[in-house]
């Protein structure tokens, strides 16, 4: 492809934000952010992944997308040009996405059934506990709707008709964000018990906290915001230059943590409501939106259709992101294998099989075969989030501190005006990001390796 030599531009400043917004909220949001809510202690998680994201976040966000405006090229190509030692960074952020999509699409599997679920009106099952174990407990069902996902999103990427799409999502996901208020507020009104999970939810307690809530909210983080990735540079490089990179990012930020602080809030008190706030319950980890949601939906009026809508918004959330995730890897394959689109869709898309297929069947014909303690899905999700995103942050900051030096950045993102937390961003990205960044990772390494319990 010609993306290094023949960029178009996003129109205007709203184009650039939908195109990132729509990349960065999906699953993570939704589904990934209450579970670790609801497992890392709720209120001090929610903290302490505030704190980053207006200090990290926003530090490496800038940083991303000034390094892909200015050098005009995708990642590959951005470390490359701006210094020849840094390339293994971009090849190493290609990477991830290959990685995140195919345990992605086997998550998007489990909305598209929950969706049709709904619709086959099934609700009453799938509000029992036990459901949602037995349902990814069975060999065949979960991956034909896992390949389901996948293939629509190839399709998508094969034809081109992602704009389509968008067009369906910029008026989707306001009805989303209007449902999950229309949820919160119903199960606070009607839900007994309910009370005692905001309270958990918003209130921190330090007793809650670990080195391990701290890994959990960067990994998080990153995924979020799509970070250290690559994404943000790729999509700096199609952004106008009189546009404000601080501003962006801002409004970038507070749309994905608002989506994500409202699916918790949608959640966590449910499970509250539903267990007690028994341990076990809290701890259920990536089928906790699956378990919790149903049971609301059960007690509501018209809860079958609204199940449903529901389902059906996160499942548009979840293609947008896949398509993106698809698009850069379709890009970088047709770029390094000189293959023409479709070609590079199927490569890709049985890559993701492959890959996807050992997620798929870690909760059924493979759950006895653990990794380091995890399961595939688990595993894959560990790997990128909590092991090669924060690399690439880490290769990032010491890039853009030291090597290339903050100034440039901080001209680029000036083009379009003050650039007021300049002071913040240098020393963030300099020294503060890396120095937290090196620890975060040390530690959750030893955590998992077994040689520090933290
Ligand atoms: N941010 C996406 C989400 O919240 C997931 C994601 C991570 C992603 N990296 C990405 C999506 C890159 C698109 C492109 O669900």
Not at 432 to 453: E, H, R, T, Y
Request: proline share 4%.
């Amino acid at each position: 492809m010609d993306s290094e030599t023949k960029r178009s531009s996003f129109t205007g400043k709203i184009g650039f934000i939908l195109a990132a917004a729509g990349s960065a909220v999906g699953l993570g949001n939704i589904w990934r952010f209450p579970y670790l809510a609801a497992k890392y202690g709720g209120g001090i998680f929610l903290l302490v992944y505030i704190i980053l994201s207006i200090t990290f976040g926003f530090a490496l966000m800038v940083a991303e997308i000034a390094i892909g405006r200015k050098t005009q090229q995708s990642p590959l190509g951005a470390f490359r040009a701006l210094d020849k030692r840094f390339s293994w960074v971009g090849i190493l952020a290609t990477i991830i996405p290959v990685l995140i999509l195919p345990y992605y699409s086997v998550i998007g599997g489990w909305v598209t059934k929950y969706m049709f679920g709904f619709m086959a009106g099934s609700m009453g099952d799938m509000a029992n506990d036990a459901y949602f174990g037995d349902y990814i407990g069975k060999v065949g069902e979960p991956i034909v709707w896992f390949v389901a996902f996948i293939a629509i999103t190839t399709l998508i990427v094969i034809f081109g008709v992602q704009k389509g799409i968008e067009k369906v999502s910029k008026v989707m996901m306001p009805m989303l964000v209007v449902l999950m208020l229309f949820i919160v507020i119903y199960s606070f009104c009607t839900l007994d018990g309910a009370w005692a999970g905001v309270v958990y939810y918003l209130k921190p307690d330090f007793s809650h906290f670990s080195i391990m809530t701290v890994v959990a909210a960067m990994g998080q983080l990153f995924y979020s915001m799509s970070l250290a990735m690559g994404i943000m540079i790729t999509f700096g490089s199609y952004m106008k230059k009189d546009i404000s990179i601080e501003k962006s990012t801002h409004q970038i930020e507070i749309f994905d943590t608002g989506i994500a602080f409202l699916s918790g809030l949608m959640i966590v008190p449910a499970v509250f409501a539903f267990s007690g706030g028994n341990e076990s319950a809290l701890g259920k980890g990536p089928g906790l939106m699956f378990i919790t949601l149903p049971k609301i939906f059960n007690t509501m009026p018209g809860g079958a259709v609204i199940g449903a809508i529901f389902f059906m918004m996160v499942l548009l959330a979840a293609l947008t992101s896949a398509i993106s995730l698809m698009e850069t890897v379709v890009a970088v394959v047709m770029d390094k294998l000189k293959l023409k689109r479709w070609s590079a869709c199927l490569l890709v898309f049985g890559a993701c099989l492959l890959l996807g297929l050992p997620s798929a069947l870690g909760f059924s014909a493979w759950a006895n075969v653990k990794i380091l303690g995890m399961q595939f899905l688990d595993l894959f999700d560990f790997i990128s989030n909590s092991i090669l995103m924060p690399i690439v942050a880490l290769a990032t900051c010491i890039f853009v501190g030291f090597i290339l030096k903050p100034k440039p950045l901080v001209e680029e993102a000036e083009l379009s005006g003050k650039f007021k937390a300049k002071k913040l961003f240098e020393i963030m990205i300099k020294w503060i990001a890396p120095v937290c960044i090196l620890a975060i990772l040390i530690s959750s390494v030893l955590d998992v390796f077994g040689i520090v319990k933290i």
